[in-house]
């Protein structure tokens, strides 16, 4: 089984709609990561969370909010998509002792 | 100006060819360096990890980082056709920190 998941694998949806993309782990780490990542410009950090009680923005968080569960599950919303929110979005787990960081396999989300 | 520089390609090399990649940086305060390797509708993989100055070779790829010039930089020794793909670099400042990546340049390795 994966260690990073992430549902829904694709989704179309409307400008306006609310959005939840989840993601799940299972490596036992405490930081988790959103990203979006457009064609030419990498990957761009969304939000982060370095524990439970602990969110943080990063670079582009306008038009998104998040949600901690429980250490294995970090939710991304979008509460009135817009269409140049259409992107393909990961979840990622990281190591401190090693610094490296674990990707889910990504969310297309297309918004019309 | 973005924090790291890649440039996109797309890069076209012939099998068993060396594969040159890099990225230059503008901030100096990073010391922790990264490569990834992503193929099509998949998520990143971390292919080497580099702290400070240095080289590093793992099988057929090799990273250096030249913090001097604020270049890093990926060889791939006998190229093959599954080695295409896009390659990121990514780097932070503190180990377990947030990554700034690259753009991304993406690979064709034709048989």
């Known amino acids: 089984d994966a260690d990073v998941t992430q549902t829904p694998r694709n989704r179309i949806t409307k400008t306006g709609k609310r959005i939840m993309l989840e993601c799940s782990q299972t490596?036992?780490?405490?930081?988790m990561y959103w990203y979006r990542q457009d064609p030419g410009l990498g990957l761009q950090l969304i939000y982060y969370?370095?524990?439970?009680?602990?969110?943080n923005k990063g670079e582009i968080s306008d038009g998104y909010s998040v949600s901690r569960q429980a250490q294995a599950k970090f939710s991304l919303s979008l509460e009135s998509a817009i269409p140049n929110q259409t992107a393909l979005y990961f979840c990622?787990?990281?190591?401190?002792?090693?610094?490296?960081?674990?990707f889910g396999p990504g969310t297309r989300l297309t918004v019309l | 100006q973005k924090e790291v520089e890649q440039d996109p390609g797309p890069l076209s090399v012939p099998e068993g060819a060396i594969v040159s990649l890099n990225c230059t940086y503008s901030n100096s305060a990073f010391q922790y360096f990264m490569w990834y390797r992503q193929y099509s509708r998949k998520g990143p993989e971390l292919l080497m990890y580099t702290y400070s100055s240095g080289n590093k070779e793992d099988g057929r790829f090799t990273a250096q980082v030249d913090k001097s010039s604020k270049y890093i930089s990926l060889f791939i020794r006998d190229s093959q056709p599954s080695d295409s793909a896009t390659y990121l670099c990514?780097?932070?400042?503190?180990?377990?920190?947030?990554?700034?990546f690259g753009g991304g340049t993406r690979v064709l390795v034709k048989p």
């Open positions: 490596k036992g780490h405490d930081r």
């Open positions: 969370s370095f524990d439970v009680k602990d969110i």
């Open positions: 990514a780097m932070s400042k503190t180990a377990g920190n947030k990554l700034t």
């Open positions: 990622a787990t990281s190591d401190p002792r090693t610094n490296s960081q674990y």
